[in-house]
């Protein structure tokens, strides 16, 4: 029983198109975020929700616009997808408030190629 | 600019010896670490985590050790296993200001335990 799922968890697409990945966590945590690893391995943070409010946004672009429906699920639209865009991209989730202390739990990733 | 460095991009150890994965960091107002582990197609998994008022956090066979002064940190893995085959990711965070729990990562230390 998969505590942080993501899906898909390979997504092949075309320049200019618009894509979802999908998140959800039934660990009951409170915070979600999204990781960007580029391809020089770099984790890199881009959202930060918590109770499905924003609370930490990164330099994004605004093509990336994350929706959280309910404090289980956080997703991410990509609108026209560019090249640079290609990475995988992890969900997590954590208890309480956004704090480094409180443990971060991974999906396993999707990886994103635009052609 | 890389906050977090991992100079070592892997590692390669036999079965039973220590294994010592370093980091350097750069920003002293960083007040919290932690080690993440990585295996092939699956997401980071916390590992283990040191405050920056210790000098060295141990548990079961990781211990963490802190050096302020040289803005440095390790993870000692004794006796090494071959599941321990993995990329470990040093990470740094503030527990406080704007960039409160955000994970800064290094690039990852590959580690090969050898039978």
């Known amino acids: 029983d998969t505590a942080v799922s993501q899906t898909p968890k390979y997504l092949v697409t075309q320049m200019g198109n618009d894509k979802s990945i999908k998140c959800e966590q039934n660990?009951?945590?409170?915070?979600m975020y999204w990781y960007k690893q580029d391809s020089k391995k770099f984790l890199k943070i881009m959202f930060s929700?918590?109770?499905?409010?924003?609370?930490i946004n990164e330099t994004v672009p605004n093509r990336f616009s994350p929706k959280s429906p309910d404090k289980a699920h956080l997703n991410l639209h990509i609108n026209s997808l560019e090249l640079g865009d290609s990475a995988v991209y992890f969900c997590?989730?954590?208890?309480?408030?956004?704090?480094?202390?409180?443990?971060?739990?991974f999906g396993a990733g999707t990886r994103l190629s635009v052609l | 600019d890389q906050q977090v460095k991992q100079n070592s991009p892997s590692l390669s150890v036999q079965e039973g010896r220590i294994s010592i994965l370093n980091c350097d960091y750069t920003?002293?107002?960083?007040?919290?670490f932690l080690w993440y582990k990585k295996y092939p197609a699956e997401g980071p998994t916390f590992l283990i985590s040191?405050?920056?008022?210790?000098d060295k956090n141990e548990d079961g066979r990781f211990t963490v050790f802190l050096n302020k002064s040289a803005k440095h940190l390790s993870l000692h893995i004794v006796p090494s296993q071959p599941g321990d085959s993995a990329v470990y990711f040093c990470?740094?965070?503030?527990?406080?200001?704007?960039?409160?729990?955000?994970?800064?990562f290094g690039k990852g230390t590959k580690l090969s335990v050898k039978p």
């Open positions: 997590a989730s954590s208890s309480g408030l956004p704090l480094a202390k409180n443990i971060q739990y």
């Open positions: 660990l009951g945590h409170d915070t």
């Open positions: 929700y918590n109770n499905k409010e924003l609370i």
């Open positions: 920003n002293s107002m960083f007040d919290y």
């Open positions: 040191i405050s920056s008022i210790k």
């Open positions: 990470a740094a965070s503030m527990n406080y200001g704007g960039s409160q729990g955000n994970l800064i």
